[in-house]
Nanobody, 119 residues
């Protein structure tokens, strides 16, 4: 079955960096674009970044555009989110997501990894 497992979250001071990973299994990873989302306490889940199946195109939410980088390694079935210059407002649970498996409307999510930015 489809599994997405995020890791790499933790506590970091403002201005610090973290790298999140999401390991995928149960589908042909190299055929699908991958998303990172986040959900802060009391807020709705929001899209952070997207990368195409071959890693040739990507896009970012405006508030992370110059600080986060999404990347993927199709040999390792892994998508990354490299986060720099972290701010307290980046505190959230971060999730990876894949859409379109089997049907246009399908979507699968990992359990998430907590990122806390605090001094």
């Amino acid at each position: 079955q489809v599994q997405l497992v995020e890791s790499g979250g933790g506590d970091v001071q403002p201005g610090g960096s973290l790298e999140l990973s999401c390991v995928a299994s149960g589908f042909t990873f190299s055929h699908y674009g991958m998303h990172w989302y986040r959900q802060a306490p009391g807020k709705e889940r929001e899209g952070v970044a997207f990368i195409s199946s071959r890693g040739r195109t990507w896009n970012y939410a405006d508030d992370v555009k110059d600080r986060f980088t999404i990347a993927r390694d199709n040999d390792k079935n892994t998508v990354y989110l490299r986060m720099h210059s972290l701010k307290p407002e980046d505190t959230a649970v971060y999730y990876c997501c894949v859409r379109g498996l089997g049907s246009v409307s399908s979507e699968y999510w990992g359990a998430g990894t907590q990122v806390t930015v605090s001094s």
